[in-house]
């Protein structure tokens, strides 16, 4: 069972930079992909960005190319999303979200929500304009 706790979330001015956290509890954390995703009120799940295990290979959806940018530090069990320059748009609750069979990558579809099988609750982020 793993467990992904995320932080960082909160409200900022739109222009704004925050970083979010993904914590695993998994210790096999350094051997499967990791994605990040966000839903806002009324809208479905959308993918923003996925890293590989090692860590070698990102991928983003194109509405945050350039202002979003996933990394992980396999020594912390944690993933992180920074994000720069947020528009009000970018509000959300933001999941990280764990594919412990591969799927995603055996299939090379970062993007599809059901390759992930473990979820965390989410962190808000709110953007004022």
């Known amino acids: 069972q793993v467990q992904l706790v995320e932080s960082g979330g909160g409200l900022v001015q739109a222009g704004g930079s925050l970083r979010l956290s993904c914590a695993a509890s998994?210790?096999?954390?350094?051997?499967?992909?990791m994605g990040w995703f966000r839903q806002a009120p009324g809208k479905e799940r959308e993918f923003i960005a996925a890293?590989?295990?090692?860590?070698?290979?990102?991928y983003y959806a194109d509405s945050v190319k350039g202002r979003f940018t996933i990394s992980r530090v396999h020594a912390k069990n944690t993933m992180y999303l920074q994000i720069n320059n947020l528009e009000p748009e970018d509000t959300a609750v933001y999941y990280c979200?764990?594919?412990?069979?591969?799927?995603?990558?055996?299939?090379?579809?970062?993007?599809?929500?059901?390759?992930?099988?473990?979820w965390g609750q989410g962190t808000q982020v709110t953007v004022s304009s």
């Open positions: 979200a764990a594919d412990t069979v591969e799927a995603a990558a055996y299939r090379n579809d970062y993007e599809n929500w059901m390759m992930y099988d473990y």
């Open positions: 998994d210790p096999t954390f350094d051997t499967y992909t």
């Open positions: 890293i590989t295990w090692n860590g070698d290979n990102t």
